[in-house]
């Protein structure tokens, strides 16, 4: 499973919130301290107040009381419950600088609701200051509904700021793929718009070159059709069975050189009907005279047939694949020649393997590119070299990945993964 923060996308929208979350946090440490500290600081002046007046009395003491917003009440009035209330200091930014300026032994208490309560040394009558402090938690839901509304909006604009990023590794993985599609529309940061034109400039580049590539190799495979087809009439002429016979395999040789040639000047795959690859392999590569469609010890090609009917490639396509495989393991490798289908949980899998001498290591992926040819173990006159490159530009073509390895007992393996649903193109 592909992990989602293994983005840009994902990447952003991590540093961004993680950004917000902690300085949303640090704003909230640094308020909460500077609120506690003049807090306190306006407190502390209201209940100094109003410990001098519970020492004096006053025919103004609840007219001034009235006004500080304070109560005076004696302690020994109140039911035991309320009375312990002055009694049980609690610690806070608050509660600490009130004590210091209070006498000594003085109890000080800040309830949940924000309601002070000051019992001054050696007094009995407390001082009871309503709302003296907003408890934190009143904020705590606007905070909440800020943090999430910057998030959604992080969200929203690293989305758009990675949708051209996101276009252009499409259209990267595209090209790769054969498809030549059309400019990816420039947007986004300056940068960002840069590398688009740019990468356009590529693939238009690319392309030009690849199709003056094809119409070369085109040019050059029809131009000698006809000389070829003159050669193998005129060699039917010939007196000689052995001369009238090896001329004719020289020209049928020239013939498959040119038709690799032309399979692999084509700019794209030749439209054609679906069809099975399980049934296609039964019907072009089964012996026939197997009874019960057993499989012959002495066959040249060996059928593992596993995908199941949902398997489906163009016949054009498919036929282009495995008669490229085949021959090349029956001309350089060893017989048998195993082919083999799986039906897997997110793609279709279609493996050729020989048992030949396999290639060497470091020409594994030498062998896929194209016109290249191992000497001596795959050399030969018949052959060009494009075999290997027509099939993976098949097989991308389609969506598909292609494997190249030796066999551990021996051979080479071509494995080739095809998505269960491949684009429609």
């Known amino acids: 499973m592909k992990n989602p923060l293994d983005t840009v996308f994902g990447r952003l929208v991590v540093t961004t919130v993680g950004l917000l979350l902690l300085v949303h946090l640090t704003s909230l440490l640094l308020i909460d301290r500077t609120r506690a500290s003049l807090a306190a600081s306006h407190i502390s002046r209201v209940v100094e107040a109003g410990a001098q007046m519970s020492q004096q009395d006053t025919g103004h ?32 930014p608050l509660e600490q600088r009130l004590r210091r300026v209070l006498p000594a032994g003085s109890h000080v208490a800040l309830d949940s609701e924000g309601t002070l309560r000051v019992l001054p040394a050696g007094s009995s009558r407390g001082i009871v200051l309503p709302q003296a402090e907003v408890p934190l938690s009143r904020f705590t839901g606007v905070l909440a509904l800020t943090l999430v509304f910057a998030i959604v909006v992080a969200v929203v604009l690293a989305w758009q700021l990675n949708r051209p990023i996101r276009d252009l590794a499409a259209a990267a993985r595209e090209h790769r793929t054969g498809h030549h599609l059309s400019h990816v529309r420039k947007r986004g940061p300056r940068e960002l718009r840069e590398l688009i034109g740019d990468f356009n400039d590529m693939t238009r580049e690319l392309a030009e070159v690849e199709r003056e590539r094809a119409v070369m190799l085109a040019s050059i495979a029809h131009d000698l059709r006809t000389p070829i087809t003159r050669m193998q009439v005129r060699a039917d002429l010939l007196a000689d069975p052995g001369d009238r016979d090896g001329f004719l395999r020289d020209a049928e040789s020239m013939s498959r050189v040119i038709t690799q040639f032309l399979d692999f000047a084509r700019e794209s795959p030749e439209g054609s009907p679906q069809i099975s690859v399980d049934a296609h392999c039964r019907c072009d590569y089964a012996d026939p005279l197997s009874p019960g469609g057993e499989q012959d010890a002495d066959a040249l090609v060996t059928l593992d047939l596993r995908a199941g009917p949902d398997f489906m490639l163009p016949i054009v396509d498919v036929d282009r694949i495995l008669s490229n ?21 997110e793609h279709y899998e279609l493996v050729v393997r020989d048992h030949g001498a396999g290639v060497p290591a470091p ?49 080479l393996v071509v494995a080739m993964m095809f998505p269960r649903r491949s684009p429609t193109r």
């Not at 609840?62 to 020994?76: F, M």
């Not at 097989?395 to 551990?408: E, F, P």
Request: hydrophobic letters at 35%.
């Open 363 to 411: 020409d594994l992926d030498r062998v896929l590119r194209p016109f290249v040819r191992l000497d001596p173990a795959r050399g030969g006159t018949a052959h060009s070299g494009l075999g290997l490159a027509i099939v993976r530009r098949l097989v991308r073509h389609h969506g598909g990945t292609l494997q190249i390895s030796n066999a551990s007992d021996g051979g």
């Open 325 to 345: 495989l085949v021959e090349n393991a029956l001309t350089y490798g060893e017989p048998p020649v195993e082919i083999s289908t799986r039906a897997h949980e």
């Open 61 to 92: 003491e609840r007219s001034v009381a009235d006004i500080l917003g304070i109560s005076l009440v004696d302690i020994h009035g109140l039911p035991p419950a309320d009375g312990q209330r002055f009694l049980n200091d609690t610690i806070g």
